[in-house]
């Protein structure tokens, strides 16, 4: 699901609209997408290696807690940002058949996609993510509890 959003706010929505690629939006997204991969892959490195790091393992289970929200607002704004040059340019999907393109417009694509899928399945993430960084960072559970 992460994936795929970031897929679709690289592709459909900062490639498509070269006008907000200049907007501080942009950065709102980018940096706490970078902060999460900087952490996430030297902690897999250090796992698959059989390190341990605190200080990776809290890095991991702890930075999300402001990058995630950060990300989100940057990536709302950036989307809100996108509405108006993307409604003015009638853009629309790639690869969809030229005699079908008149009935189907990127800007009703595009605030579905927001509205209906983005906006609900965040929150979700960001409650898994707490999940996750109980079950990391929690107390360990000893067999005389």
Do not use: D
Not at 57 to 83: K, Q, S
């Amino acid at each position: 699901m992460q994936m795929s959003a970031r897929v679709f706010m690289v592709w459909g929505v900062a490639h498509l609209v070269p006008k907000i690629q200049t907007t501080v939006y942009i950065s709102l997204f980018l940096m706490p997408w970078c902060v999460a991969e900087v952490t996430r892959y030297p902690y897999y490195v250090t796992a698959v290696l059989g390190v341990k790091s605190e200080v990776l393992l809290w890095c991991r289970y702890t930075l999300f807690i402001v990058a995630y929200p950060m990300g989100m607002f940057g990536e709302a704004l950036t989307m809100n940002a996108a509405l108006g040059p993307i409604k003015e340019g009638a853009l629309h999907l790639a690869g969809i058949p030229l005699n079908l393109q008149g009935a189907f417009q990127y800007y009703y694509y595009f605030v579905v996609v927001v509205l209906l899928a983005w906006m609900p399945c965040w929150w979700p993430v960001y409650m898994h993510m707490f999940r996750q960084r109980k079950k990391a960072l929690g107390k360990p559970i000893t067999k005389e509890e």
